[in-house]
C-alpha cells in the first residue's frame, strides 16, 4: 500500500524552514527519502531505519516513529537547490521492494 | 564508471504497438528494478530482476514483461500499448550505501514513452 505524503506542495521563499510528512497504514520497517529534480532521476537523500532514529544531511535532517508508522523530512533556512519533489518510500518486507509515496512538491523562490 | 544508463530517453508510439526499453547498471549491480512515473505522481514499482529471473513484481499486467541478461543489464518490453502506457520509466539498481548501513536505490534517468 502506498504511504501517504503531506502536504502535496509548498512553496517557500529562500531561508524559511519546512516539513514534509510521510505515513502509512502499514508497518514501517524502514524510510527512504529521495528527491527528485525536474527532467532529472529520483536522487537517495537519506535512509531511516529504526524507529525514533533521525538523521541530518547537510540541513536537510528526518525522523521516524515506528509507532505512529510515519516520517518527517525538516529542510532548514532552504535554498533555491532545495527545490523539487520529494518522495518518501518504504520498503516491503521482501527484499528492496520499495513502495513510494505520491510525492511532495517543493517549491524556494528568492 | 557511469551510474545507471538507459535508452532510449525518448521515445514516441503509437496505441497497440510494442516498446523495449534498456538499462545498464553500474558494474557489478546485479538487482535491477523497473519503475513507472506518471506526470505528477510517485514511481510505481513494476518488477525487479535478480539473476536473470523476475524475483518480485508489481500491480502491472502481463503485456508488461522483463528480460535480464547474464552481464546485469535489463529490457522493459510493453506490448499492445495504450494510451495511459505513457509516463517516464525508470530503471534502478540496488546496492549497499556503508554510510546508511542499508541498501538503496540508484536510479537512472529514465525513458519517456509517449504513446498517441
Known amino acids: 500500500q502506498q504511504p501517504v505524503q503531506s502536504p502535496q506542495a509548498v512553496i517557500l521563499r529562500e531561508g524559511e524552514d519546512a516539513v514534509i510528512n510521510c505515513s502509512s497504514s502499514?508497518?514501517?520497517?524502514?524510510v527512504h527519502w529521495y528527491r527528485q529534480k525536474h527532467g532529472e532521476a529520483p536522487v537517495f537523500l537519506m535512509i531511516?531505519?529504526?524507529?525514533?532514529e533521525q538523521k541530518g544531511h547537510e540541513k536537510i535532517s528526518a525522523s521516524f516513529n515506528e509507532k505512529k508508522q510515519q516520517s518527517s523530512l525538516y529542510l532548514t533556512a532552504s535554498q533555491l537547490s532545495y527545490s523539487g519533489t520529494y518522495f518518501c518510500?518504504?520498503?516491503?518486507?521482501?527484499?528492496?521492494?520499495?513502495?513510494f509515496g505520491p510525492g511532495t512538491s517543493l517549491s524556494v523562490i528568492p | 564508471d557511469a551510474g545507471v544508463t538507459q535508452s532510449p530517453t525518448h521515445l514516441i508510439k503509437t496505441r497497440g504497438q510494442q516498446v523495449t526499453l534498456r538499462c545498464s547498471p553500474k558494474?557489478?549491480?546485479?538487482?535491477v528494478s523497473w519503475y513507472q512515473q506518471a506526470l505528477g505522481q510517485g514511481p510505481q514499482f513494476i518488477f525487479q530482476?535478480?539473476?536473470?529471473?523476475?524475483?518480485q513484481r508489481g500491480n502491472f499486467p502481463d503485456r508488461f514483461s522483463g528480460h535480464q541478461f547474464p552481464n546485469y543489464s535489463s529490457e522493459l518490453n510493453v506490448n499492445a500499448l495504450l494510451l495511459g502506457d505513457s509516463a517516464l520509466y525508470l530503471c534502478?539498481?540496488?546496492?549497499?550505501?556503508?554510510?546508511?548501513?542499508?541498501?538503496?536505490?540508484?536510479f537512472g534517468a529514465g525513458s519517456r514513452l509517449t504513446v498517441l
Open positions: 558494474s557489478g549491480h546485479d538487482t
Open positions: 531511516l531505519l529504526k524507529g525514533g
Open positions: 502499514k508497518a514501517l520497517y524502514s
Open positions: 530482476y535478480y539473476e536473470e529471473e523476475e524475483r
Open positions: 518510500g518504504t520498503p516491503e518486507r521482501s527484499y528492496d521492494k520499495v513502495i
Open positions: 534502478a539498481t540496488t546496492s549497499y550505501r556503508p554510510s546508511s548501513g542499508a541498501n538503496v536505490l540508484t
